[in-house]
């Protein structure tokens, strides 16, 4: 594996985790793995098996594509919203489009 795909998946691994509010070793142990097992992946000591990755996406409540897909900081948060935004008309969804765009604008 490059390095280039080993810091990614670091990385990635530690933006999520971030995402989710909650320690490494909580995330750990709801995944039935020792406290230092994502500590050790997030410090790239090792890489996670397939199984280990489903078990980290799935206490995460994220697929593997939303691991994957690095323009979604916010997988599982994204993947609530959107429970919500599907239930919208277009109006007012171009509504809601026009209120995430001053947001962004605003902060820069």
Do not use: W
């Amino acid at each position: 594996m490059e390095k280039s795909d080993r810091e990614f998946i670091k990385n990635r691994f530690s933006t999520i985790i971030d995402a989710q509010h909650k320690s490494e070793s909580k995330l750990s142990r709801e995944m039935g793995q020792s406290p230092q097992y994502l500590n050790q992946i997030v410090n790239g000591y090792k890489l996670p098996s397939l199984d280990g990755l489903y078990s980290f996406c799935s206490v995460c409540n994220i697929t593997l594509k939303e691991f994957f897909d690095d323009e979604q900081q916010y997988p599982s948060q994204y993947k609530n919203l959107m429970k919500y935004l599907n239930k919208l008309s277009s109006e007012e969804l171009e509504e809601i489009t026009t209120i995430v765009k001053r947001i962004v604008i605003n902060k820069k």
